[in-house]
Nanobody, 125 residues
C-alpha cells in the first residue's frame, strides 16, 4: 500500500510563487512514475506535470511550461511542484498521483492508480 499526502497549497497574488509537496509513505519502492493534476470548479481534472519517481525525466502541460517545475527528494519520498508567475487561471485543487508501472501515456488521470487528497491553490488577481 502507498499513501500520498499533498501539502503547501494556499492563497497567493497573481505573479507570485507557491510550492506544493507530495509525500509518499508505505511501499514507496514500488512507485515508478508520478504526476501532478489539477481540477478547477466545474472543469475536468487536467494534467499539469509528470516526473519519473526516482529519475530526472519530466514533462509539462503547455499551459505551465516555463513557469512550473517538478522535482523530487528521494530521501524524503517527496515530490515538489514549484509554481512561479502564478495566474488566476491556475486556481484549482492540485492532486498528486502515482503508479507502479512505466507508460508513455502520462497525461490521462485514468493511467494512475494512487491519488492524494488534494491541496487548494488560489491565485487572486
Amino acid at each position: 500500500q502507498v499513501r500520498l499526502v499533498e501539502s503547501g497549497g494556499g492563497l497567493v497574488q497573481a505573479g507570485g510563487s507557491l510550492r506544493v509537496s507530495c509525500t509518499a509513505s508505505g511501499r514507496t519502492s514500488s512507485l515508478v512514475e508520478m504526476a501532478w493534476f489539477r481540477q478547477a470548479p466545474g472543469k475536468e481534472r487536467e494534467f499539469v506535470a509528470f516526473k519519473n519517481w526516482s529519475g530526472p525525466r519530466t514533462y509539462y502541460a503547455t499551459s505551465v511550461k516555463g513557469r512550473f517545475t517538478v522535482s523530487g527528494d528521494s530521501a524524503k519520498n517527496t515530490v515538489y511542484l514549484q509554481m512561479n508567475i502564478l495566474k488566476p487561471e491556475d486556481t484549482a485543487v492540485y492532486y498528486c498521483a502515482a503508479r507502479r508501472w512505466g507508460s508513455s501515456d502520462y497525461e490521462r488521470p485514468e493511467e494512475y492508480d494512487i491519488w492524494g487528497q488534494g491541496t487548494q491553490v488560489t491565485v487572486s488577481s
